[in-house]
Antibody
Framework: EVQLVESGGGLVQPGRSLRLSCTTS????????MTWFRQAPGKGLEWVSF??????????EYAASVKARFTVSRDDSKNIAYLQMSSLKTEDTAVYYC?????????????????WGQGTLVTVSS | QSVLTQPPSVSGAPGQRVTISCTGS?????????VHWYQQLPGAAPKLLIY???NRPSGVPDRFSGSKSGTSASLAITGLQAEDEADYYC???????????FGGGTKLTVL
């Protein structure tokens, strides 16, 4: 059974940093892209960051709202994906979800996100 | 304001059919990117419902179906059940934003 478990959330002051972890099991972690999404209280889903598998270069991408502040990484030996968040703002307050990205080709290379963790709450407040 | 536009809410009685629309533009759905749909039950994480416009993952009932045409996509749910009450999100890629985009979500109420 595929499982993704986020951890590392909590209350943090504006301007500080926090690192989230996504610990996985039941999948060949290194074969898949990993993605972070977030959902502010009472709001919709927002894509945050993406890291491809090493087979496709381990490339990273970020939403404009977090670029230059957040860094995504992966440790294939531990089956864990990370999201390092710095210079946090109050608008970063949200539940953060990690998800497995399934790569496929349909004209272009695309991904859909088939397994999700339960989420971890990050609250940025003074 | 979401890149993809969904109605905020839809409703239907048990057994009825409802559809949820997802309207995009020439930089996302209209550019040929596939649409995927997610169901989020109250207090839970999102769950993949439809991938690649019209494909159901294993375990998703065939009461759920998806379609895409031009710059829009739709999710149809037939034989509505109380357990279908949830938020539904469409998702695609956007070439102008260079990333993944969602609709604002549609809350389905089963009357």
């Amino acid at each position: 059974e595929v499982q993704l478990v986020e951890s590392g959330g909590g209350l943090v002051q504006p301007g500080r940093s926090l690192r989230l972890s996504c610990t996985t099991s039941g999948l060949t972690f290194g074969d898949y892209a990993m993605t972070w999404f977030r959902q502010a209280p009472g709001k919709g889903l927002e894509w945050v960051s993406f890291i491809s598998s090493k087979a496709y270069g381990g490339t990273t991408e970020y939403a404009a709202s977090v670029k230059a502040r957040f860094t995504v990484s992966r440790d294939d030996s531990k089956n864990i994906a990370y999201l390092q968040m710095s210079s946090l703002k109050t608008e970063d307050t949200a539940v953060y979800y990690c998800s497995r990205g399934y790569r496929y080709s349909h004209g272009s290379v695309m991904y859909y996100f088939d397994y999700w963790g339960q989420g971890t709450l990050v609250t940025v407040s003074s | 304001q979401s890149v993809l536009t969904q109605p905020p809410s839809v409703s239907g009685a048990p057994g009825q059919r409802v559809t949820i629309s997802c309207t995009g533009s020439s930089s996302n759905i209209g550019a040929g990117y596939d649409v995927h749909w997610y169901q989020q039950l109250p207090g839970a994480a999102p769950k993949l419902l439809i991938y690649g416009n019209n494909n159901r993952p294993s375990g998703v009932p065939d009461r759920f179906s998806g379609s895409k045409s031009g710059t829009s996509a739709s999710l149809a749910i037939t034989g509505l059940q109380a357990e279908d009450e949830a938020d539904y999100y469409c998702q695609s890629n956007d070439s102008r934003l260079s990333g993944w985009v969602f609709g604002g979500g549609t809350k389905l109420t089963v009357l």
